[in-house]
C-alpha cells in the first residue's frame, strides 16, 4: 500500500514542485515527486478545461455534485430526492399514527 496526501498549491509549490498549478498527490516521505495533480472545476460544466501539461502521471478530475465547483456545497439532485424521500416517510408515519 502506498500512502499519500493532497497537497495545495501554495504548498506544492514551498516544499519544491515549482510547476504547480493545481492540487496535487505526493507519496508520504517524497514530496517532490507527485503522482497526479487534481483538476479543478467539475468536467461535466460546458466551460471545463483541462490542463494536460502537469506534474505527476496521473490527472484526477470527478463531478460528485454536479455543480461548477467540485466540492460545492450544494448536491442538488441527491438533496431534492433526499427531501422527497423524507416527506413521504413522514406522510406514511403521520397516517399510520392516526394524524398525529
Do not use: K, Q, Y
Amino acid at each position: 500500500m502506498r500512502l499519500c496526501t493532497i497537497l495545495d498549491t501554495t504548498t506544492a509549490r514551498s516544499v519544491g514542485i515549482p510547476d504547480a498549478v493545481c492540487d496535487l498527490v505526493v507519496p508520504h516521505g517524497a514530496p517532490v515527486d507527485a503522482i497526479a495533480s487534481i483538476l479543478p472545476g467539475n468536467p461535466l460544466a460546458d466551460d471545463w478545461v483541462g490542463l494536460l501539461d502537469l506534474p505527476g502521471d496521473l490527472l484526477v478530475a470527478w463531478s460528485g455534485t454536479l455543480a461548477d465547483e467540485l466540492f460545492a456545497a450544494t448536491v442538488a439532485a441527491g438533496l431534492d430526492a433526499a427531501r422527497g424521500a423524507a416527506a413521504r416517510a413522514r406522510a406514511r408515519l403521520v397516517r399510520r399514527a392516526g394524524g398525529v
